[in-house]
T-cell receptor, first 110, second 115 residues
Framework: SQQGEEDPQALSIQEGENATMNCSYK?????LQWYRQNSGRGLVHLILIRSNEREKHSGRLRVTLDTSKKSSSLLITASRAADTASYFCATDNQGGKLIFGQGTELSVKP | NAGVTQTPKFRVLKTGQSMTLLCAQDMNHEYMYWYRQDPGMGLRLIHY???????AKGEVPDGYNVSRLKKQNFLLGLESAAPSQTSVYFC??????????????FGPGTRLTVL
C-alpha cells in the first residue's frame, strides 16, 4: 500500500522557474523525507522533516509539513536543467521503515 | 568510502532459477533495507534488518529471503524466480543515532529480468 500520493505526476517547466511538488499521506508519521532519482540511478536523499517541524530549507530546496492536513510540499527555486529527475516523498511512521509515493517526474527545459 | 554497493548490476534469469543479490555498506549503519521498484511506481519494501543477525518482513516479502550474517552485508535471495519478480532492486542503509531514525543511503540498483 502506498502511503504517500504525489501531485502532480509530471511537471514541465523552464529553467529559472520554481517547481512545487506536493505529497499527501494517510497516517501519522515520525518524519517525512524527500528523495531525488535521476533516470536509471539510485535515490539520493534531499531533506528530512520531522513531525514537530513545519518548514526546512536546504540550498534551493524548501520543504513544508502540515500534519493537520497530512501533507507536505517541496519547492525548488530557480530550477536548472540538472534538476530534471523524479522526486519521491517517503513517510516514516513505523520505526525507520519508509513508505514511498509514486513520485513526480520533473522536466526542466533549458 | 564506497557507501552502499550492490552486485550484480544486471542479471537475466529463467523462470525457476535462483540467485542472490549482495548489498554491502561501509558506513557502519545498523539498518539495512531491500526495495523493489517497478515502472512508474515508487519503491516498495521487501525485507529489512535492524542489526546483524536480525531480519523482518516488509510490504512485499513473498518469494524472497534475506540474511544478515555480518553488519555490513545484506543478502536478498530468490529461490525460484518468477516473471513477476522482474524489477529494479535497491538496497539502502540507515544509521540509528540516539534512537532517532534518519535518512537512508541507497545503492545504484540491480536490474533483474526473469524470462
Amino acid at each position: 500500500s502506498q502511503q504517500g500520493e504525489e501531485d502532480p505526476q509530471a511537471l514541465s517547466i523552464q529553467e529559472g522557474e520554481n517547481a512545487t511538488m506536493n505529497c499527501s499521506y494517510k497516517t501519522s508519521i515520525n518524519n517525512l523525507q524527500w528523495y531525488r532519482q535521476n533516470s536509471g540511478r539510485g535515490l539520493v536523499h534531499l531533506i528530512l522533516i520531522r513531525s514537530n517541524e513545519r518548514e526546512k530549507h536546504s540550498g534551493r530546496l524548501r520543504v513544508t509539513l502540515d500534519t493537520s492536513k497530512k501533507s507536505s510540499s517541496l519547492l525548488i527555486t530557480a530550477s536548472r536543467a540538472a534538476d530534471t529527475a523524479s522526486y519521491f516523498c517517503a513517510t516514516d511512521n513505523q520505526g525507520g521503515k519508509l513508505i514511498f509515493g509514486q513520485g513526480t517526474e520533473l522536466s526542466v527545459k533549458p | 568510502n564506497a557507501g552502499v554497493t550492490q552486485t550484480p548490476k544486471f542479471r537475466v534469469l529463467k523462470t525457476g532459477q535462483s540467485m542472490t543479490l549482495l548489498c554491502a555498506q561501509d558506513m557502519n549503519h545498523e539498518y539495512m533495507y531491500w526495495y523493489r521498484q517497478d515502472p512508474g511506481m515508487g519503491l516498495r519494501l521487501i525485507h529489512y534488518s535492524v542489526g546483524e543477525g536480525t531480519t523482518a518482513k516488509g510490504e512485499v516479502p513473498d518469494g524472497y529471503n534475506v540474511s544478515r550474517l555480518k553488519k555490513q552485508n545484506f543478502l536478498l535471495g530468490l529461490e525460484s524466480a518468477a516473471p513477476s519478480q522482474t524489477s529494479v532492486y535497491f538496497c539502502a542503509s540507515s544509521p540509528l543515532l540516539s534512537g532517532v531514525y534518519n535518512e537512508q543511503f541507497f545503492g545504484p540498483g540491480t536490474r533483474l529480468t526473469v524470462l
